[in-house]
T-cell receptor, first 114, second 116 residues
Framework: AQSVSQHNHHVILSEAASLELGCNYS??????LFWYVQYPGQHLQLLLK??????LVKGIKGFEAEFIKSKFSFNLRKPSVQWSDTAEYFC????????????FGGGTRLMVKP | GAVVSQHPSWVICKSGTSVKIECRSL??????MFWYRQFPKQSLMLMAT?????????EQGVEKDKFLINHASLTLSTLTVTSAHPEDSSFYIC????????????FGSGTRLTVV
């Protein structure tokens, strides 16, 4: 079964700092990759997704992620974070052999100091 | 865009009672829905995959008799926590995959269950 690892459990940044959150997965075949954000007290929202094509994916709110197949990675980046980016971020993978099932990473809690 | 409505948002029940949580796809038909559980400060754990018109597929370690799932129509799946106990207190989230367009997953707003 596939697994998803997010190595940064907690990240604290100051406003305007750059952000990179790691995500690695274990499945060797075709994958669909997602990043979700969960703001305090709110439900999960899709930030961006990768299905195929350009491995550099741009999402909402200035986020982007790069799919590096050789590294089984899909890291999330943002050049300059804002206080409003304080939230929990989840990487998720749908592996080709898993039907519609999503496997989530453990999440990264980001706190941005004003 | 695709919308998934989950109800109720929060519920408090007495130990030993049953609680039903509804998940509806509002503007699309979902042959498959997913039920997740999220413990405080932890990630989402898939509990089961709900299949319209057939039995749900449960993940290992999830008690089928405790967490009853019914997916009677293409827009509604229900999760019933039977004979709830305090350890069942958690945040339950449903999700569905919109078959139109880019096949994104949409999540409900979640149900916070507290068993006292």
């Amino acid at each position: 079964a596939q697994s998803v690892s997010q190595h940064n459990h907690h990240v604290i940044l100051s406003e305007a700092a750059s952000l990179e959150l790691g995500c690695n997965y274990s499945y060797g075949g075709t994958v669909n990759l997602f990043w979700y954000v969960q703001y305090p007290g709110q439900h999960l929202q899709l930030l961006l997704k990768y299905f195929s094509g350009d491995p550099l994916v741009k999402g909402i709110k200035g986020f982007e992620a790069e799919f590096i197949k050789s590294k089984f990675s899909f890291n999330l980046r943002k050049p300059s974070v804002q206080w409003s980016d304080t939230a929990e971020y989840f990487c998720a993978v749908n592996a080709g052999n898993a039907g519609n099932m999503l496997t989530f990473g453990g999440g990264t809690r980001l706190m941005v100091k004003p | 865009g695709a919308v998934v409505s989950q109800h109720p948002s929060w519920v408090i029940c007495k130990s030993g009672t049953s609680v039903k949580i509804e998940c509806r796809s509002l503007d699309f038909q979902a042959t498959t829905m997913f039920w997740y559980r999220q413990f405080p400060k932890q990630s989402l754990m898939l509990m089961a995959t709900s299949n319209e018109g057939s039995k749900a597929t449960y993940e290992q370690g999830v008690e089928k008799d405790k967490f009853l799932i019914n997916h009677a129509s293409l827009t509604l799946s229900t999760l019933t926590v039977t004979s709830a106990h305090p350890e069942d207190s958690s945040f339950y989230i449903c999700s569905a995959r919109d078959p139109r367009g880019d096949y994104g997953y949409t999540f409900g707003s979640g149900t916070r269950l507290t068993v006292v």
